[in-house]
């Protein structure tokens, strides 16, 4: 059973900055992909950042110059997480990418509370 795992997430004040990990087991599949995803409060779940194995690596516009993904995105990724501005306030999600010769799947971690108030 594949386990997604994330970690780090707390209050931190403006300006201030975060790193969350996740970590991943038990797939026998091939990991295309690792991403981090949001959800702050009332809103829809929205894409922050994704990183293939191969080091490629994409950003929401809102995060551009201020997050960073890091990690093999094999079995761990880390998002670190500078000049945080309230609006970045959410449930951040850990989503694994999987594909085997039948097609692809993906699995969601519980999600890590991030607050950024003073």
């Known amino acids: 059973q594949v386990q997604v795992v994330e970690s780090g997430g707390g209050l931190v004040e403006p300006g201030g900055s975060l790193t969350l990990s996740c970590a991943t087991s038990?797939?026998?599949?091939?990991?295309?992909?690792m991403a981090w995803y949001r959800q702050p409060p009332g809103k829809l779940r929205e894409l922050v950042a994704v990183k293939t194995p191969q080091g490629k690596t994409t950003y929401a516009d809102s995060v551009v110059g201020r997050f960073a993904i890091s990690g093999d995105a094999k079995t761990t990724v880390h998002l670190q997480m500078n000049g945080l501005k309230p609006d970045d306030s959410a449930v951040y999600y850990c989503n694994v990418i999987t594909r085997t010769d039948y097609g692809a799947a993906d699995y969601w971690g519980q999600g890590t509370r991030v607050t950024v108030s003073s």
């Open positions: 038990g797939s026998m599949a091939e990991i295309t992909a």
